[in-house]
């Protein structure tokens, strides 16, 4: 697959992952549906990773930093995005998710003492406006699953959560664990940890035999996490990781897309500026990242969802 086949894999697969949460959310419990999710999507890297004979074996401090990265970012990440979905369209919660690009960069001046530019203030900035701008003409008005209020504050909340996670998965990185595999014993830990809150918190663990949940299940498990995840690292290895990083500007335009689509998601006015300020936010702060120096790299996270 070319550079193009490649960008445009990875923007319409995780672009649309964020409408086939949809189909996850009824009378399967949010956190028995994440768990499903992850243990089929882990149980697909492992056999990648055995099919192609690359090593699994890890020390004790190595599985907690990936037990770590699969609780905040394929755990507690997902079931806060599930109960988003709940309450607000599916394009609303991946406009606010793109705020993540943000979320690394406060990350990661906190935890790894990485400066901040001024431009990535001005980004960020921009990011929130739009943002806000989108969100405002809904706020006080009840959409057809729930309040906009707490749709938005679980959003929120998931976006911090996934930004801790790539805080846990930059460190795993760093000290030379490969990504593949790391995703795989993290997808692992997080559906196990996922399973184990489901089950003390007396979640019944049914599962829903239908056409849409089986194949929204299988969708987002082996496109969104292998299919797309191996497109992206692909095209990653070919331009680079900040070329790459703009797959990221375009994910939440195929998603609000598809929410207008499918869920009925309402334009206004303010709704095209937000937008437009939402990507330019973001394209600004990759601009920035573009010729960073060797102490000012922030965490990179996969734009989509995993």
């Not at 995780?14 to 994440?34: D, H, N």
């Not at 206004?268 to 990507?279: D, M, N, S």
Request: aromatic residues 12%.
């Amino acid at each position: 697959m070319n550079n193009l086949g490649l960008y445009l894999t990875s923007v319409f697969i995780w672009g649309s992952t964020w409408f086939a949460i949809t189909f996850q959310l009824g009378r399967v419990p949010v956190e028995v549906s994440v768990a499903y999710r992850f243990a089929l999507a882990s149980a697909l890297l492992f056999a990648w990773c055995v099919l192609r004979r690359v090593p699994l074996v890890y020390s004790k401090s190595q599985h907690a930093w990936m037990a770590l990265q699969g609780a905040l970012l394929f755990g507690l990440n997902y079931v806060l995005v599930y109960l988003a979905e709940e309450q607000i369209s599916s394009g609303l919660v991946a406009l606010i998710f793109s705020m993540i690009t943000f979320a690394n960069i406060a990350s990661a001046r906190v935890f790894l003492g990485t400066p901040v530019r001024r431009a990535t203030v001005v980004a960020a900035t921009l990011g929130v406006a739009g943002v806000g701008l989108v969100l405002w003409p809904e706020l006080g008005h009840t959409v057809s699953r729930g309040s906009v209020w707490l749709g938005a504050a679980f959003a929120l909340l998931s976006t911090l959560s996934a930004s801790l996670g790539n805080i846990a998965a930059a460190r795993n990185q760093r000290t030379g664990m490969p990504v593949m595999q790391a995703n795989a014993w993290s997808m692992l830990y997080g559906a196990v940890l996922v399973g184990a809150y489901a089950l003390f918190a007396g979640r019944e663990f049914t599962f829903e035999a239908t056409t849409a949940y089986i194949g929204s299940l299988v969708y987002l498990a082996l496109f969104g996490s292998v299919v797309a995840f191996g497109a992206y690292l692909t095209l990653v290895s070919r331009i680079g990781a900040d070329r790459a990083g703009y797959v990221g500007a375009m994910v939440p335009i195929v998603a609000v897309v598809l929410s207008t689509l499918f869920e009925g998601l309402r334009w206004h006015p303010a709704t095209f500026a937000g937008i437009a300020l939402c990507v330019a936010g973001n394209v600004l702060v990759l601009r920035t990242k573009s010729r960073p120096s060797a102490d000012t790299v922030a965490p990179r996270s996969v734009p989509g969802r995993d």
